[in-house]
């Protein structure tokens, strides 16, 4: 039992860190593999924020769903440029996850809002999300609170 331990003290602190997880289905059919979950912290007085990782599925896939216990509601928007003005809108049919492609949630891109949050985010918080695919098994996320990285920057 004690070499057992170590094991399971790893396997959590590896899905705490919420830089690997992956979803699959009772079969073995889909995976989708979720890497740099991150969210940032909510400004003073707001409560909604956004948050941004990378997924990949392994067979064709859409992210249908958003569970946050801290949140009200949770939506897949996308951001489009309509006559050179930015719109932000829900994404009701679901995020397309074609097969093998890394698909990033990105700032100023398609992207996760969380709304009615029930605390503040601050820096180095852990946000708790699940992610309902399509065909995939549902995928538990910790997300950490945090500034995503600019574009360009090293």
Do not use: W
């Amino acid at each position: 039992m004690k070499l057992l331990s170590p094991v399971i003290a790893l396997t959590v602190l590896t899905a705490a860190c919420g830089s690997s997880e992956t979803g699959k289905a009772p079969d073995g059919a889909n995976t989708v593999k979720v890497a740099d979950a991150l969210c940032r912290p909510t400004p003073n007085g707001r409560d909604m924020t956004a948050c941004y990782m990378t997924l990949t599925a392994s067979d064709d896939d859409r992210l249908m769903s958003i569970a946050a216990p801290d949140a009200a509601s949770a939506k897949v928007h996308e951001m489009k440029t309509d006559n050179g003005v930015m719109r932000m809108g829900e994404m009701t049919g679901g995020l397309a996850l074609p097969a093998g492609k890394a698909t990033a949630l990105a700032p100023n891109a398609d992207h996760i809002m969380l709304m009615g949050l029930s605390r503040p985010l601050a820096e180095g918080d852990v946000v708790s999300l699940t992610l309902g695919f399509q065909k995939a098994a549902p995928v538990a996320v910790q997300a950490r609170v945090g500034q995503p990285a600019l574009p360009g920057a090293h």
